[in-house]
């Protein structure tokens, strides 16, 4: 049961009440200081109590400043909304973040090596990249007899005539290429999506820092030991690269030289352009030197040429490169199904400068297909360990061309 009417009382009489008592107070000589007052005074808080003084007569005796020990519900508020301004800054960051995105990864400003999120991918690996890139590239059909991509190749470079130039020449010939089966052996373990395809790549036509009897800083080796390594990679079931380092001379010069040996159907060429330094007139070996589209589309017209003429299986392309300048205008490189162009990270170093190099001057400049090379000595004399084929495997896309130095 309610009583209205004592409920109405009761409202009446409390504010005569507190009237009264404020009176008295008065009179016995003390001051009363609001809630506002006394927040002040004591703490930067916001003043809880305050609904508490429409409820209660206010305090008069000293005892009133223990009222801010009161239970601390006011600190929780006062963190509650403190983080309000940061919320917004960090929303408007977020807003840019997200505007940011709208650019390609890798036009965003980000170190080098930082393009995919930390942890999920080194450079050269982000697929994502790869594909911002035109990466997988549009190639001509295949032909029938086409090694790539059906095929890994994996070889061994350098000259019988120099044991520093690369493993083909740093051991004797039995030992040589018992080490280029095993190299073998690991890949076609790595991958066994790929059969592989063992390879020789002796560099026929070497750069020197003297200019020579021509005048023309190279020098070519004779057409016995061509033939001599050409009889080498026939015992491994194997092909061979004629690799070309032009020096002061023109390759519409040197290349017509070695028809006798390019066209048989497993003979290949490579060219390097670090040693072509007709433009710079510079010394080998002292001066990156450059090709141009120009020159690579010269190169593979010229075995496309030779295909056609003898009836011969497609021929593999090697141009290798670890600068921007070594290659200049490679968009313009024209891929044709007789000759299949193959790209080679050539630089040495570390493995995460060596995965860096391949993004920055393989993978952002795509042509048809990549390779990748390492250095047994090269490669770790700082003390970082060789790249596995699994860490090679890593890389996006996978190299099929793997050379060995």
């Not at 190749?153 to 350098?158: D, F, L, P, S």
Request: include cysteine; proline fraction near 11%.
């Amino acid at each position: 049961m309610t009583y209205p009417h004592l409920q109405l009382s009761i409202r009446k009489f409390v504010p005569l009440l507190a009237t009264a008592l404020a009176v008295l107070l008065i009179l016995a000589g003390f001051t009363i200081a609001g809630p506002g007052t006394l927040a002040a005074a004591e703490s930067t808080q916001p003043e809880p109590a305050a609904p508490a003084a429409s409820t209660t007569p206010p305090a008069a005796t000293p005892a009133a400043p223990a009222a801010p020990a009161t239970p601390p519900v006011a600190a929780p508020e006062v963190q509650a909304t403190q983080p309000a301004a940061p919320a917004k800054a960090k929303a408007k960051k977020t807003a840019k973040g997200k505007k940011a995105a709208k650019l390609p990864k890798w036009q965003q400003a980000a170190p080098p090596g930082k393009i995919a999120p930390p942890g999920k991918y080194n450079a050269g690996e982000d697929p994502e990249f790869a594909k911002q890139h035109g990466w997988p590239v549009k190639t001509p059909p295949t032909l029938p007899g086409s090694i790539l991509p059906g095929k890994r190749i994996v070889a061994y470079y350098g000259n019988p005539r120099s044991k520093k130039m690369g493993a083909l020449g740093e051991y004797p010939k039995d030992e040589m290429l018992r080490r280029l089966k095993g190299e073998v052996a690991k890949w076609e373990a790595a991958d066994p999506s790929l059969p592989v395809q063992p390879a020789l790549h002796l560099v026929a036509v070497v750069a020197q820092g003297e200019p020579g009897k021509s005048g023309k800083y190279r020098m070519i080796h004779p057409d016995a030991l061509v033939n001599e390594v050409y009889g080498w990679a026939k015992e491994v079931n194997g092909i061979l690269f004629l690799d070309i380092q032009t020096g002061h001379s023109d390759l519409r010069t040197i290349l017509p030289r070695f028809e006798w040996i390019l066209k048989n159907p497993d003979v290949h060429l490579g060219i390097d352009p670090e040693f072509n330094l007709i433009k710079s007139g510079k010394i080998p070996c002292k001066k990156i030197g450059t090709y141009d589209a120009a020159d690579i589309n010269y190169a593979a017209g010229y075995l496309q040429e030779l295909v056609k003429k003898y009836n011969l299986p497609p021929k593999v392309l090697i141009v290798h490169r670890f600068t921007r300048n070594m290659v200049t205008n490679a968009e313009k490189v024209t891929l044709r199904p007789e000759v299949q162009v193959v790209m080679n990270m050539d630089g040495w170093g570390a493995p995460w400068l060596k995965r860096d190099s391949y993004r920055d001057y393989i993978v952002a400049h795509p042509v048809e297909y990549t390779g990748f090379k390492l250095f047994y000595h090269n490669d770790t004399k700082k003390g970082d360990a060789l790249m596995t084929p699994q860490d090679v495997l890593k890389l996006n896309p996978k190299p099929i061309y793997i050379q060995y130095q």
